[in-house]
């Protein structure tokens, strides 16, 4: 993540990952506004290109060619990425309400959330039918149905609902890729069957007749049963009936109707019309609020009203990104004039296309080689970036809109003196802390909300006190998610000693700005924090927030055992199985992430395991007699261990092909890319013997690299180790595995107590 050396003077909230949102991404990352910063809010961290999907069903392309990435775009724009789902919008405290995450503050918004089909219009189809949109939903439907296709047996019916271009363009990639997999399988093609449903009397009517005489002859050649005036009226499981009376039995049906906009829109109070899309003046501003604009398919613009398609969603990239950027710095927004005529490009699933544009047509495998270069060269814009330079400007304040800002900024970053701990004021503190709710427990005396200096804990009789903290800065632009990750990894101390977390002390440092985001990114980061102490069981009960360049935050944790039943690193013994609850692969993975060199599914699939609590793993442990644990962070998985084995005074064999390892991890450890802990950590490679046999395998780097919140490291007896992982598993640990054996000490290679294998 990017440290910008501006205190934040607006928030620009961008809700949704569409088409015109990755343009302005990618105009704010060439010509950012100094004081502006960027969030933004969507569910999915690939987002598709629209124009690429048929080819992507038809197998011409695979699912990276036709995603772009969010995670790594926004890295490379400076902005925030939130994965969340916005559920509405409140107008009056300007903040947008997200699903199980805190709300987000915005002083201008900007929604590119595209549109989805009117399933619910229909009797059964919310039930039994596939929406084209979200694409995400319907891609796991498709990868379902190809898997499907390797043992299905008899005839396979796909019923397609809409034959509009989206209708027509879909069914013939599934048509053609469906074909041509029976076909690879020795099966009949014939057993395959489409039929296209439409209430209108005609496929494709924004487009000219010379367009539909064209699809016409390709569907009938391609055996697609056309129903045109045929209303579809109700969807059961295995059945779709049309107002005629008709009934059809389907295997699948795909719904690419007339789409609207989500309800929640409706309790917006934004001006929105009969399909619920946001109705927006020519600057793009909502019609009743000028500080929320709209763009692409959930966007209808008053006076130039365009059918629903990506080409315009593009067209609104840079318009949109200028008019933040003007009313951002108090400038008048401009209108926007789209264009009167446009291209359109359909493709029939096997690299043929036809192009329209008004009344003009034409067609052939060149058309669809031309597309093909179109799409690419539009997609490379977003997925090859280039590196940043990373410039530090002086204080820029043209965002400010008054002159208190405006000095809040300037003593935001000149003359701080670092007087009182650089400490945030009392009065952004308790704002931002009052809304926490932090658990209550009986042995808490005095706790976060009292006025005390000190919080005041009981030690119950029998019980001795587990005492740890940790402290990182952020890795990642969202405060909340970091928040749970910071809590997370703070308590794995006490969970690997078979504690129970009793209390926790923060200490924060946010950067310097004015108060109203600095409140705000204290509360977004506490609240992700407090909620993963509270499901530990574990009370906030006090802290310290100070200014500085960098988010950071750690927490002392007290923990509270029975002496007699503690987990220590020293409890290793021969012929014990070792068990690693989490892959390993976090310290490589937000390298790459920083240089812009990992998929935002990598960084996914990390973030899911960081914040995944060791709480009910290490239960489970003790359950299964386990008497040494560790949980895996800053060391790396080979440094833990050698910690574990010298207390024990036995040695240790890792099976490396057994070690779970993060998605992607290999790939970025391959490149070279490495945490810059991994240095210090590799200085451990001489305990291992033979070492120089091992260099080269791929996983060889990662033993040495530094986790964040990493899985627990447990011997448990070799004949409960295979039961235990069982157990852990069905626990929510899926990666869990048995990599490696306690073995005796060899006394005379004790300096190399580790060995490996393959």
């Known amino acids: 993540m990017r440290t910008p050396d501006q205190p934040v003077l607006r928030d620009i909230v961008l ?45 011409h392309y695979s699912y990276d060619d036709v995603h772009i990435d969010l995670s790594k775009l926004a890295e490379f724009a400076g902005a925030r990425f939130y994965r969340a789902e916005a559920i509405g919008i409140d107008r009056e405290n300007k903040r947008v309400l997200c699903r199980e995450r805190p709300n987000v503050p915005y002083d201008l918004l900007s929604i590119n959330i595209g549109s989805s089909p009117r399933v619910n219009e229909v009797e ?30 008899g005839p396979l019916t796909v019923g397609v609902v809409g034959a509009g271009a989206g209708g027509v363009e879909l069914t013939l ?84 109707t007339r789409a609207g906009g989500p309800e929640w829109l409706k309790d917006t109070g934004l001006a929105l019309d009969d399909g619920l899309f946001i109705r927006v003046r020519d600057t793009l501003q909502a019609e009743n609020d000028d500080s929320i604009f709209a763009a692409g398919d959930i966007a209808n613009v008053l006076n130039h009203p365009r059918e629903k398609a990506g080409v315009f969603a593009v067209r609104q990239g840079p318009p949109l990104a200028d008019n933040l950027k003007r009313l951002a710095v108090g400038k008048a927004p401009k209108d926007f004039q789209p264009q009167k005529n446009w291209l359109a490009l359909i493709s029939t699933g096997d690299k043929y ?32 970036l280039p590196e940043m ?74 019980k001795a006190v587990v005492h740890t903290v940790d402290f990182f800065r952020a ?27 009793q209390s926790a002390t923060a ?4 950067p310097y700005g004015i108060e109203s985001k600095v409140e705000d990114v204290v509360y977004q980061m506490m609240s992700g924090a407090v909620e ?45 199985a070792l068990i690693l609850t989490k892959p390993i692969g976090t310290g490589t993975l937000f390298a790459a992430h920083a240089k812009l060199a990992a998929r935002g599914r990598w960084i996914d699939s990390a973030l899911s395991s960081m914040i995944q609590s060791n709480k009910l793993g290490a239960e489970c442990l003790r359950r299964y007699g386990s008497r040494a644990c560790t949980d895996v962070t800053g060391f790396g998985l080979l440094g833990h261990l050698v910690e574990m084995t010298r207390p024990s005074g036995v040695d240790a064999e890792l099976d490396l092909s057994a070690i779970p390892v993060l998605p992607g991890a290999e790939e970025t450890a391959a490149a070279g890319i490495l945490s810059s802990l991994q240095p210090a950590n590799i200085r451990l490679r001489r305990g291992i013997r033979d070492q120089e046999k091992w260099v080269n395998h791929p996983r060889y780097p990662l033993i040495f690299d530094p986790q964040t919140a990493g899985g627990l490291l447990a011997s448990v007896a070799a004949d409960q180790a295979e039961a235990c992982v069982r157990e852990l598993k069905a626990l929510g640990y899926p990666h869990t595995a048995i990599i490696g054996r306690v073995t005796a000490q060899d006394m005379q290679g004790a300096i190399e107590p580790i060995s490996l294998k393959d």
């Open 15 to 59: 809700i949704g990952g569409g088409h015109s949102h990755v343009g302005v991404l990618k105009r704010f990352a060439m010509n950012p506004v100094p004081g502006v910063r960027l969030t933004l809010i969507c569910r999915d961290t690939h987002t598709p290109y629209s124009g690429m999907l048929p080819g992507y069903v038809a197998g």
């Open 389 to 462: 330079k990373d410039d530090a400007k002086l204080p820029d304040t043209a965002a400010a809109q008054n002159p208190e800002e405006a000095s809040q900024a300037i003593s935001a970053v000149a003359m701080r003196c670092g007087g009182c701990g650089a400490k945030v004021g009392s009065t952004v503190l308790s704002r931002a802390l009052g809304e926490l709710r932090p658990i209550d427990r009986d042995d808490i005396v005095i706790g976060l909300h009292a006025p005390d200096d000190a919080a005041v804990l009981r030690v119950p009789p029998g």
């Open 475 to 501: 890795f990642i632009d969202d405060p909340y998610v970091f928040g749970r990750v910071a809590a997370n990894h703070s308590l794995g101390d006490v969970f690997a000693m078979g504690a129970e977390a």
């Open 124 to 153: 059964g189809a919310s039930e039994h039918a596939v929406p084209v949109k979200p694409i995400t939903g319907f891609n796991n439907r498709w990868l379902a149905l190809l898997s499907r296709i390797e043992n299905h047996e």
């Open 353 to 384: 296309a036809i192009a329209s544009r008004g009344n003009f047509e034409m067609d052939g495998a060149a058309v669809w080689r031309w597309k093909d270069w179109i799409d690419r060269r539009f997609m490379k814009k977003f997925n090859d």
């Open 173 to 256: 990639a599934m048509q053609f890729r469906l074909t041509r997999e029976l076909k690879q399988r020795g099966k009949d093609p014939d057993q395959l069957h489409f039929h296209l449903f439409d209430a209108a009397d005609q496929i494709l009517p924004t487009h000219n007749s010379k367009v539909r005489a064209v699809f016409e002859k390709t569907l009938a050649e391609r055996n697609v049963k056309v129903h045109l005036g045929s209303p579809v009226q109700k969807v059961q499981e295995g059945l779709l009936h049309t107002e005629s009376g008709k009934s059809l039995q389907v295997d699948e049906v795909l719904w690419v």
């Open 507 to 510: 200490v924060a440092t946010v």
């Open 532 to 576: 993963v102490l509270n499901e530990a069981g574990c009370a906030l009960v006090g802290g310290h927030t100070g200014e500085g360049k960098e988010l950071a935050l750690g927490f002392a944790v007290n923990g509270l055992i029975d002496p007699d039943e503690v987990m220590s690193k020293g409890g290793l013994r021969a012929g014990d």
